[in-house]
């Protein structure tokens, strides 16, 4: 499942590179669905929210980065980030 997880991880991300933006978020989604530790989907899928603007989801994701990973910088930044896009 892991491996599968990666595959829809690098789908996601292929997705969003064309700015396809739900594609990828579909694409992310189904790869923590696969793998919920999967700290680089969880960042993917939060840069995938913040694309739209969707900032309570993307806090989410990033929170759900630092549940399993609490150093991972991007997660870090990026959730403080959108707690002030939240917090307007």
Known sequence: ???LAQVHNALGYCYLNMDQVDASVKEFQRAVELQPG??????NLGDAY????AWRSALQAYQEALSYA?????ARNRTEFCKTRVER
Do not use: Q
């Open 50 to 53: 913040e694309r739209n603007k």
């Open 70 to 74: 609490p150093s991972n910088d991007i």
């Open 1 to 3: 499942e892991s491996e």
């Open 38 to 43: 999967y700290v680089t989907a969880w960042n």
